[in-house]
């Protein structure tokens, strides 16, 4: 490829990045004002939850046309200036429905309520309307997932070092990874947009389970999130983020959200509270310690964690190893994966999806990095409990740490493996 085409490949990646930055204030067409941007909910058939943010922005002030260069980075410039709404009031209505809320100090909102009458049952997305009410000056339409009573489990999946690659936090590097090397960059850990729509079909092909994503990212990503979503082919659903990060003079750094993340599969749980779970998370963070709690809480709910094991470090191995010690007190079963293919092969042994998206996982992996290295997975099963007290996890993650690439291990109590056989 020569140098024109190098730069030409560039400036066309970088105008469509440019073009999606500029997403989150076009809603009002330039007129500025108070603008609603309500987020991707989700919802059973008795009730809703949905979030989103009210801010003032200045009106476009360029004449340049919807879609040009000129009116994406003035859209830009508007972005960067505008302001959260603090305790602004608002109404929501679904299905005969209305609620008031009160944003926060930046303008964030939640909305949870219970509808009148079931939603129509021929489509997944539904729309809630939204209306600012003091101060005067927008309405908005949010859409929400609510899944058809073919739906067997729902899956809630962390999106950092486990759907993509460490750096949702480095702006300009996703960008580029993104827009400029395209889907098959090294963004998405490989195989997984198989495995998530072969988890979001299920073992019939028809299932449609809900798929639920949470972020320690700031809002401010969401758009580029949905984008990387929609070009790598993996199952759009709601993605909740867990703090804002907007810089300010007053909030110079990142607000902490401890328990946050906790509280909002609790919420998860609850609003679904006939359907299982599947858990996906990575080594590195605290998703471990979450789950673990979960699995306490919620007996018999779970019906599998995979963890990405990531971490080469020696001190995560105890919490993990404390997960695997709750998850098999509650009959359910634990993979620590290094890839996609081994869950995708634990699910499938597990009746979790189709035996035919094994291939499709390995051959989206060939795509994005050649011959895959299937490695094996070790298996504590039998006697487990016995095998945990003895250490026989930590000192299997500790022989791994020697590898470039860490073992795939599924701890599983023995009432879980007769279930699955």
């Given amino acids: 490829m020569d ?79 505008r302001r959260g709404i603090a305790e602004a009031v608002l109404t929501a209505r679904f299905q005969g429905r209305e609620q008031q809320v009160i944003a926060d100090r930046d303008g964030y909102f939640h909305v949870h309520l219970q509808s009148l009458q079931p939603p129509a049952e021929d489509r997944l997305w539904h ?24 739906a067997r489990y729902v899956m809630i999946s962390d999106i950092d070092d486990t759907v993509m690659y460490t750096g949702v936090a480095n702006k300009i590097k996703m960008l ?49 999130l949905d984008e990387f979503f ?39 749980l609850a609003l ?3 359907q299982p779970f599947i858990l996906i998370g990575d080594s590195g963070q605290r998703d471990p310690e979450i789950y673990s709690q979960i699995v ?5 709910r779970v019906l599998a964690i995979y963890i990405r094991h990531i971490s ?7 919490e993990i190893e404390a997960l695997a010690k709750e998850v098999v007190n509650a009959g359910s079963t634990l993979l620590l994966a290094a890839d996609s293919f081994a869950m995708a092969e634990h699910a499938v042994e597990h009746g979790l999806i189709a035996p035919e998206a094994v291939s499709e996982v390995i051959k989206e992996r060939e795509q994005q990095q050649g011959e895959p290295d299937l490695k094996p997975t070790r298996k504590i099963k039998r006697n487990s409990q016995k095998a945990l007290e003895r250490g026989e996890l930590e000192e299997t993650l500790e022989q791994g740490d020697s590898q470039d690439t860490p073992p795939n291990v599924v701890v599983e109590s023995e009432e879980r493996e007769r279930r699955s056989h």
Avoid at 59 to 71: D, F, K
Avoid at 143 to 148: E, G
Avoid at 201 to 209: C, I, L, S
Avoid at 312 to 318: I, Y
């Fill in 272 to 274: 679904y509270q006939e």
């Fill in 230 to 268: 929609h070009l790598h082919g993996i199952p759009i659903g709601p993605i909740l983020f867990l703090r804002d990060w907007g810089f300010t003079p007053r909030h110079p750094f990142p607000r902490r959200r401890e328990g946050h993340k906790l509280a909002l599969i609790r919420d998860m």
């Fill in 176 to 224: 580029w990874r993104l827009f400029v090397q395209g889907p098959h960059s090294r963004v998405a850990f490989p195989g997984v947009a198989a495995f998530y729509r072969a988890l979001h079909n299920g073992v019939a092909g028809t299932e449609q389970n809900p798929v639920l994503y949470v972020s320690r990212g700031p809002w401010s990503l969401y758009e580029v």
């Fill in 3 to 81: 140098i024109r085409s190098v730069l030409k490949t560039i400036a066309q990646a970088l105008r469509r990045a440019v073009h999606v930055l500029a997403r989150p204030v076009k809603s009002d067409r330039g007129r500025g004002g108070i603008v609603i941007q309500p987020y991707r909910g989700y919802g059973s058939r008795k009730e809703v939850f949905l979030m989103g943010r009210v801010f003032k922005q200045r009106g476009n002030i360029s004449g340049a046309q919807e879609g040009a260069l000129g009116r994406d980075l003035m859209d830009i410039a508007r972005r960067l200036l």
């Fill in 296 to 300: 306490q809480e919620h007996p018999g």
């Fill in 127 to 150: 729309h809630l309307d939204l209306k600012v009410i003091e101060p005067l000056g927008a309405m908005a339409r949010g859409d929400l997932f609510i899944p058809p009573s073919t």
């Fill in 312 to 318: 080469h470090q020696p001190e995560r191995h105890q």
